[in-house]
């Protein structure tokens, strides 16, 4: 009994030295970042984790009002909402119909959309670039809001449609002999006790668009209309980067998609885990 | 009735996108409506960032927009190489260039030039004696492409890439001048090194300094030319003088010429040695000068100076076969009409005398021109020095790769440079950079 005891104390101290160890190792770049944006550039690279001699409050400005970020933090908030809204509407119906209804061809669809997320972003960029240009559509939000949107759908139909095969059905039953519409259903039944599942998809959709720097590269450069990660490149100079302010702009870009994922945290893990075991 | 209900709704949405997309393209349309007259221009070069040279090019652009108000300019320039890089290869694939644009190196400049995205500038700088004139003769004939008539490029910076030493700790060292040849140097490094400093900044993370150094070393001991014979595949990475020049880095290291963790050290951190005092020399171009020279940034900057990389007493006639930058600006073949026009007097407008002089005394960066007229008084010496031994060059060469037309050749002959501080020997990285070229035969 003794033993056990003991083996088990062990396996708890070996269990939080890794903890230990590996918030250390995740924790050191946000510490780095942190201190870099107040520290000037000799100061960084001479030092890395040493505080600052005087506190270079000045690289918050720097990066907020000369390199514009006021201004490309919100389109990001635009281009990525409008991102995640797009999702979440088309996801849900989407699973709706693929969890609910029986038809030929029900699990080919569902397939057929999974295997889009093992397209590649670079095998198609030249394709897609080749079409924007065609269409003219560089510089159109709405083109890349729905570039994000197509690259997202896959993951969040998957997401959505896993969530909803585990969702009872007795509720909906009683909604369709309270003659309730398929649609009614989907809105008022469905989507209520799906939140988990799109907090889920939201956030991970939401991050994958605030983050993405390829497509608006490529084809956003009306600087009126560029995200927040295209503003980070700012800093960068052919033979050298403004490092404090580059820092700053890395904190603020990084701020709002820490908050909303440690306020949406408990839902995102309880999105992700459903599915996982049939009631 | 309310099947209806949804019905409008979804058309309601439906009609809201389209007028959203009609919204967002309607500049485009509008643009396209007024493209016979109104001219859009273009450009994908380095020039980004926050440092000096890049609000001088800004203003330039302001200047020409002002002249001309129904040109729009886009610049799409990016100091970040793989974002440059990114936006260059989708601009190749989808055949849309940007009207002035930079690509590196000049071996594999041929393939443009047959697919028609390269202009070929000649009959411009014909036309134009006064601003033609004005290049340095090497800096304009390094674009002229083996294969090929005509040039292809306008050269928008050059400037040696010297060896930045700072003089206080070589006296300390007691050392009072610095090493002119390569035994000379050796020696400085020996006693650098007994006085606890560092000899030289290396930053090998950063692949470029690396290759560098070996660039310097190449020109010393083969000549600037035999970077084209390696090219054409008339020399091989692999024949004794190559693998000698390769040897001579693996001497250094083992000299202990750089910090013993030089391998895993960017050149951010090299760098810093330098500005801070804790290394002597440092291999670097004239885009460090202003750093150099801003007490803030460098606090030994009274005692940082320039010179050549020491010769080889065996090759005295590469003494002045030197390792300087040129950097092109290159423009799209697919222009013509007004675009043409404009974007030629954009390129002249950012190349020409009135921006050379601005960029040499508020940057101390150099486009190569020989009517600078340069107001002394606002130049540093450093500046000054770097143009004055600069300027005794005799044969120019930027990196070794750069006359290679296998494009992985930057990254091949970088990283095998590398790996001789990582314990491969000189024979070892020249037989992988030839097998590399041996393979893509």
């Known amino acids: 009994m003794k033993k056990t005891e003991s083996k088990s104390r062990l396996g708890k101290v070996i269990m939080y030295f890794y903890l230990l160890v590996m918030t250390v190792v995740f924790a050191m770049p946000m510490v780095f970042t942190l201190l870099s944006s107040v520290k000037t550039k000799l100061e960084i690279f001479s030092d890395p984790f040493a505080l600052p001699k005087v506190p270079q409050f000045v690289n918050y400005i720097v990066a907020w009002k000369e390199a514009n970020m006021s201004r490309y933090f919100i389109n990001s908030i635009v281009q990525a909402g409008a991102t995640v809204i797009i999702l979440a509407i088309m996801a849900s119906m989407a699973a709706y119909v693929l969890s609910r209804f029986d038809f030929k061809g029900n699990k080919f669809l569902l397939l057929f959309f999974t295997v889009g997320m093992m397209v590649p972003m670079h095998t198609v960029l030249v394709p897609v670039a080749y079409i924007i240009g065609a269409l003219n559509l560089k510089n159109n939000i709405l083109a890349l809001i729905l570039i994000y949107v197509s690259f997202s759908l896959p993951f969040s139909i998957l997401v959505m449609t896993n969530f909803m095969k585990g969702v009872n059905r007795s509720l909906e039953e009683a909604a369709v002999i309270d003659g309730a519409t398929y649609f009614q259903v989907y809105r008022l039944v469905i989507l209520p006790l799906c939140i988990p599942a799109l907090s889920t998809i939201s956030i991970f959709n939401f991050l994958s668009a605030w983050n993405n720097i390829l497509f608006p590269l490529l084809f956003i450069n009306d600087k009126k209309l560029k995200p927040i990660s295209l503003g980070l490149l700012n800093f960068n100079g052919e033979r050298g980067s403004d490092y404090g302010p580059l820092m700053a702009a890395i904190v603020i870009t990084v701020a709002l998609p820490l908050i909303l994922y440690l306020l949406f945290q408990e839902k995102v893990e309880g999105g992700l885990a459903a599915g996982a075991v049939k009631e | ?441």
């Open chain 2, 1 to 441: 009735m309310k099947i209806k209900k949804v019905m409008a709704l979804t058309l309601a949405g439906v009609l809201s996108l389209s007028m959203l997309t009609a919204c967002g393209s309607k500049t485009d349309s509008a643009g396209k409506e007024l493209s016979d007259e109104k001219v859009t221009i273009r450009l994908l070069t380095r020039m980004a960032g926050t440092s000096t040279q890049v609000g001088i090019y800004n203003d330039i652009i302001n200047e020409f927009k002002s002249k001309h108000p129904e040109v729009t300019i886009i610049d799409d320039s990016q100091g970040d190489e793989s974002a440059f890089n990114n936006i260059l290869t989708t601009d190749i694939a989808s055949g849309t260039m940007a009207n002035i644009f930079r690509i590196q190196g000049v071996a594999n400049l041929s393939d443009y030039i047959d697919n028609g995205l390269l202009l070929n500038l000649q009959p411009y700088l014909d036309a134009d004696k006064e601003w033609s004139g004005g290049f340095t003769e090497g800096s304009l004939s390094y674009y002229q492409v083996p294969g090929h008539e005509g040039t292809y490029a306008i050269p928008m910076e050059s400037g040696l890439i010297g060896v930045y030493y700072n003089e206080m700790l070589f006296k300390k060292a007691g050392i009072e001048k610095f090493p002119e040849t390569w035994e000379q140097l050796l020696d400085a490094i020996a006693k650098l090194k007994e006085n606890g400093i560092i000899p030289i900044a290396m930053g090998a993370q950063s692949t470029y300094m690396a290759g560098h150094l070996h660039d310097q070393i190449f020109y010393k001991w083969m000549g600037t030319e035999a970077a084209k014979l390696l090219g054409n595949r008339e020399m091989k990475w692999t024949d004794e003088g190559v693998v000698q020049t390769l040897q001579f880095e693996k001497d250094l290291i083992d000299a202990g010429a750089f910090d013993p963790s030089a391998a895993g050290i960017t050149d951010n951190i090299a760098l810093t040695q330098f500005q801070q005092g804790e290394a002597a020399m440092v291999i670097t171009g004239p885009w460090n000068i202003s750093t150099f020279t801003d007490k803030s940034a460098t606090p030994v900057s009274d005692n940082v100076k320039v010179a050549k990389f020491p010769y080889f007493e065996e090759k005295p006639e590469f003494k002045n076969q030197d390792m300087q930058i040129l950097s092109p600006y290159m423009v799209s073949g697919k222009l013509e009409g007004k675009e043409l026009d404009l974007t030629i007097e954009l390129l002249k407008m950012l190349t020409g005398k009135e921006a050379a002089k601005r960029f040499a005394e508020e940057a101390a960066f150099l486009i190569p021109r020989t009517d600078l007229d340069l107001d002394k008084s606002k130049c540093t010496d450093l500046f000054m020095q770097n143009v004055e031994i600069g300027g005794t060059s005799e044969g120019i060469g930027v990196d070794v790769f750069d006359f290679d037309p296998l494009t992985s050749m930057q990254d091949r002959t970088r990283n095998s440079i590398v790996s001789l501080f990582t314990g491969a020997s000189a024979q070892d990285a020249a037989a992988v950079i030839q097998a590399e070229i041996d393979h893509a035969k």
